[in-house]
């Protein structure tokens, strides 16, 4: 077995024990003290498995395990414990950061198969994260592509409206900020059963009808509904399914920042000025969040600390804003203004320029480049 396992405890024979015992079947690390256990989880980590004792000076066997499982809440944890001790141990089980209880003293063959159980829960939860990190993100992937074939204008929406929100979401110190960009990404899904002017209409900030506003409302129910059958997104499909909602009826926090980005992000589109857009929207409180304004305010703020800049082709660089649109060489728009440069954009653009050709040169924001001081 390639996984490697922590023993915890205070006294050198039952650690020398445990590792005479078990060498043979896993790979094997022990620390005197909850202590040496936590260096070595930073210096030498990760493991699958920590065994740790439950009465130790300093720090107790409930402490240690409860540390780990805030800062590497992948491992498994297992605790030893005397007969005395089994009313604090049994605590510590029921708060879950224990997932198996043994008794000393522990037979060899008992403690072999409680780290063995622990290694296979330790496997299904890296299976399960490989499954979210890689099966789940190459799907979220197929539908934004599918959303840039079928309806580019929304694709390009939401394109425009990620960096801000995750500007936001680092602005206010938010957690996850993997969720509200996938938010983000994915809000516009509902578009595509939208009329193609109606969409165009609000995207160049012109006045829809009533009939037209409520047809448009009914977008983020549509994508929350596409959405739901993927396992795992529940907080981003709220995101989304609610974005459209006035504050007052909207305590997602997700989704009051979604409908701001969103919205900036077309009044930008349409040449308005940042001070202007910000202004526009701090006048509508039942709108916006004011919260979510000033934080917004924050991040435009640090976008025009870069400068805007031509460059060919061969000088894009992956984070670049385009303030143009990418056009082929017969004038098709191939990315819009305001979309951001990623590595499959650098791609398109590449592939594109060599087939068809690309109208060059292009122009993007990037961060100003700090000149430096002549020397003396």
């Not at 023993?7 to 022990?30: A, G, M, P, Q, S």
């Not at 065994?51 to 605790?79: A, F």
């Not at 403690?111 to 290694?119: F, I, K």
């Amino acid at each position: 077995m390639s996984e490697r396992i922590l023993f915890v405890d205070d006294e050198k024979f039952v650690l020398e024990t445990f590792r005479r015992n078990l060498r043979n079947r896993f790979e094997i690390e022990t620390a005197g003290s909850g202590l040496d256990a936590l260096r070595l989880m930073e210096s030498s980590g990760p493991f699958a498995v920590v065994v740790s004792d439950l009465k130790m000076p300093v720090m107790d066997g409930v402490e240690l395990l409860g540390v780990i499982k805030n800062r590497w809440p992948d491992t498994v944890r297992v605790m030893l414990t005397g007969h005395a001790d089994l009313d604090t141990a049994i605590s510590a089980v029921n708060k879950g950061a224990i997932f198996r209880l043994l008794t000393k003293p522990c037979a060899p063959d008992a403690l072999l198969s409680a780290v063995n159980d622990g290694v296979q829960q330790y496997r299904l939860i890296m299976s399960e994260r490989q499954l979210l990190h890689g099966t789940l993100r190459g799907c979220i992937q197929v539908l934004s592509e599918l959303l840039a074939l079928v309806s580019p204008k929304a694709f390009g929406r939401a394109e425009k409206a990620k960096p801000l929100v995750a500007g936001i979401v680092q602005v206010l110190g938010l957690e996850g900020s993997w969720k509200y960009e996938l938010a983000a990404m994915l809000s516009q899904i509902g578009c595509i059963s939208l009329p193609m002017d109606i969409l165009e209409r609000k995207i160049s900030c012109k006045a829809l009808s009533k009939d037209e506003q409520e047809i448009f409302l009914m977008h983020p129910d549509i994508a929350g509904n596409l959405l739901r059958h993927v396992p795992r997104l529940e907080s981003v499909v709220e995101m989304i399914s609610e974005h459209e909602l006035a504050v007052d009826k909207n305590p997602c926090a997700g989704a009051r920042i979604l409908k701001a980005a969103l919205d900036f992000a077309d009044l930008d589109n349409v040449g308005i000025s940042a001070a202007e857009a910000l202004q526009r929207m701090r006048e509508m409180p039942d709108v916006y969040d004011v919260r979510v304004l000033s934080a917004l305010a924050e991040v435009v703020e640090r976008r025009q600390q870069s400068e805007i800049r031509s460059v060919l082709i061969d000088d894009l660089r992956e984070g670049m804003l385009l303030m143009d649109p990418v056009l082929s060489g017969k004038g098709a728009v191939l990315m819009d203004r305001g979309q951001s440069i990623t590595v499959a954009g650098l791609e398109l653009i590449r592939n594109f320029g060599t087939i068809l050709g690309v109208k060059e040169p292009l122009y993007v924001l990037a961060r100003k480049e700090q000149k430096q001081a002549p020397e003396l």
